[in-house]
Every structure is written in structure tokens, then in C-alpha cells.
């Protein structure tokens, strides 16, 4: 890989909450396409436009703007086909995770053997008929592995096979989540887990299971919601008892170091939740985690910048940090 894209995607029909949809402007206003660009070319292809009008449609009582959710994603999916990606690295900023099913299924077309990492404090993993909510930022996983249709999202034709779905985080699921997840077999690893195993053996034993050769790309699809909520604020969903900051960067980069982490979603930062200081924190971590991640997928096996000292204070220093 030779140069970095970013992708905005201002996507907020998978839950109720329009301020995800800034997300990729604050992280811009954050010098985020400076910051990649000290790490390799980078080029900046803007905020995804939806290219159409949609008006609530109540009558479906399993998925809240359906409409919209299934002529999103299909939006996105076809915007990342499109894209020539042979030498570049997709970074995905959100948006709520709805839009995963987008990225997910266009990745696929040019990584058909992609392992998907979803590091999330839930499990997005619901049918519609499963939700208790009827978001659809919770299902995008249940499209993913063809659990489910539905006529809004006719456009699918791929799907992810179980064995190559890793969850990193995950601590608040839903029963019928935890009954598709144990049903089908999906790789699982809680913050507990995380915590007695260790980050690093826990994502290289995962990714030998669901890839014994080594050779698949990988695609990390981050909801910051993973993080504690100590240590992030503004986000929807926050859940307590999450993995730590060291845990996650250790992750980020035992994925980098594989040399096969292709594509990245970064979703679900609400720059409309929680105070002034609280947003600025939240979205100093986020582009942290993107910067560290991306320039050790660049610099894999070379030495890596540290982190700046207002990170450090809170992380134990590794090989990957
Ligand atoms: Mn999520």
C-alpha cells in the first residue's frame, strides 16, 4: 500500500441521533488529513453526498428509517466499488455503524476473503425481528452474513461467513445476539477476556482461527463506543467496563503489524454529546487512535512515534505503542 484515502460518510439513519453526523467535520477541523499525511500520500475524497430525500416511513415496525438505511448503504457500497483502492489503504469516518453494512459489503468486492474485526461494545448483530429497538445501527452485521432481509436492502449480493467475523469489546448484548452469536460460532472476546488473555494474544489466536494461512486482509470496523466511558464522552451508547486505552491501541496495532490491514471504519463520535472539554477529549482520542493505528500500518516493523504525553500519562508504553 502506498497512499491513504479517507472517506466521510455523514450516514445517521441507523439511529435517532443526527450529530454522528459531524463526525467527519470536527476530525477534519482536527488536522486529521495533515496527520495522515505525515504518515503517507493522502488524499481526501470528501463527504459521501446521499443522493436522494427520505421521509420517515412508520409503517415499518422492525427497522426505523428503513428507507433511508437501505438506499444509504447501498449509496456507500457503491461509491467504494467504484473506488480504485490496488495500493491505498480506506479509512471510513462515520457516521453511526449502520453504515458498516456500506463499507463492509463494497470492501468485499475488492477483498472477497476479508477478515472484518468489529471492535464495539455491542454486538450489531440483531435481525430485525431480534431488536429490541428497531435501530439499525444494531443489525448491520445480521445484512452482513445474509441473517436477514429485507425489501430496502434488495441491493445485497456478498455476505461475510461467520468464521471470519472477530468481535474485540464487546459487553452489552442483547439475548437474541448472544443466541446468533453462539449459534453460528462468531469469535467473541468481552473486555474480560481481553483483560486475562492479553489484547495482543487474544487478536493473534482470533485471527488464526478465522485465517489459519495468514493471508487475508483484514478490515477493522471501530465503533468508539468500545472504548470505556471513562474515557470517551461523546458517543451514544457509551457502556461501562470496556476494554483499556492500551488494550485498544494493542489491538490497533497487532492488526497493523499483520501488514494486512486494508480498510478502517472510525463510527459513532457524536460531537453533540457532553461539554466542551469532554467533546475536545473525545475527539483528541479518536484521531489519536487513527493516527497510531495508520502509521504503524505504514511503518510496520519500523520505530513508531510515540504517543503524546497526555496519552501516555494513561497507557502502559509496548512494542505497539
Ligand atoms: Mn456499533
Given at each position: 500500500m502506498k497512499n491513504i484515502k479517507v472517506l466521510g460518510?455523514?450516514?445517521?439513519?441507523?439511529?435517532?441521533?443526527?450529530?454522528?453526523r459531524l463526525a467527519p467535520h470536527v476530525l477534519r477541523e482536527g488536522k486529521l488529513i495533515a496527520r495522515l499525511k505525515d504518515i503517507a500520500k493522502t488524499e481526501d475524497l470528501g463527504d459521501l453526498i446521499f443522493p436522494f430525500k427520505v421521509v420517515e416511513n412508520k409503517q415499518d415496525k422492525y427497522i426505523k428509517h428503513s428507507l433511508g438505511a437501505g438506499l444509504g448503504t447501498k449509496t456507500i457500497n457503491d461509491r467504494i466499488e467504484e473506488e480504485d483502492l490496488s495500493d491505498s489503504f480506506l479509512l471510513n469516518v462515520g457516521g453511526d455503524h449502520g453504515l458498516a453494512l456500506g463499507t463492509v459489503h463494497g470492501l468485499l468486492s475488492h477483498?472477497?476473503?476479508?477478515?472484518?474485526?468489529?471492535?464495539?461494545?455491542?454486538?450489531?448483530?440483531?435481525?430485525?425481528?431480534?431488536?429490541p429497538s428497531g435501530n439499525f445501527h444494531g443489525m448491520p452485521l445480521a445484512f452482513l452474513l445474509g441473517l436477514t432481509q429485507h425489501p430496502h436492502f434488495g441491493w445485497i449480493r456478498r455476505k461475510i461467513l461467520p468464521q471470519k467475523l472477530i468481535f474485540f469489546?464487546?459487553?452489552?448484548?442483547?439475548?437474541?445476539?448472544?443466541?446468533?452469536?453462539l449459534k453460528h460460532n462468531i469469535q467473541y472476546f468481552s473486555s474480560e477476556d481481553i483483560n486475562r488473555l492479553g489484547a495482543k494474544e487474544v487478536i493473534e489466536m482470533a485471527l488464526h482461527k478465522a485465517d489459519p494461512f495468514g493471508t487475508c486482509p483484514i478490515h477493522l470496523s471501530f465503533d468508539v463506543d468500545v472504548f470505556d466511558q471513562m474515557d470517551i464522552d461523546s458517543t451514544g451508547t457509551k457502556v461501562p467496563h470496556g476494554p483499556k486505552l492500551e488494550?485498544?491501541?494493542?489491538?490497533?496495532?497487532?492488526?497493523a503489524e499483520t501488514g494486512r490491514l486494508k480498510s478502517m471504519d472510525l463510527v459513532e463520535l457524536n460531537p453533540q454529546i457532553g461539554d466542551a472539554a469532554?467533546?475536545?477529549?473525545?475527539i483528541a482520542l479518536v484521531l489519536e487512535f487513527i493516527e497510531t493505528t495508520l502509521r504503524q500500518v505504514f511503518h510496520a516493523g519500523k520505530?513508531?512515534?510515540p504517543m503524546p504525553a497526555m496519552f501516555e500519562a494513561r497507557t502502559t508504553s509496548g512494542r505497539y505503542l
Open positions: 460518510i455523514p450516514f445517521d439513519f441507523g439511529q435517532d441521533r443526527i450529530g454522528v477483498h472477497p476473503e476479508a477478515v472484518v474485526v468489529w471492535a464495539d461494545a455491542h454486538g450489531d448483530i440483531n435481525t430485525p425481528e431480534t431488536s469489546g464487546p459487553r452489552d448484548l442483547d439475548q437474541g445476539e448472544k443466541d446468533i452469536i488494550e485498544l491501541f494493542l489491538m490497533g496495532g497487532v492488526l469532554s467533546v475536545e477529549s473525545s520505530e513508531i512515534k
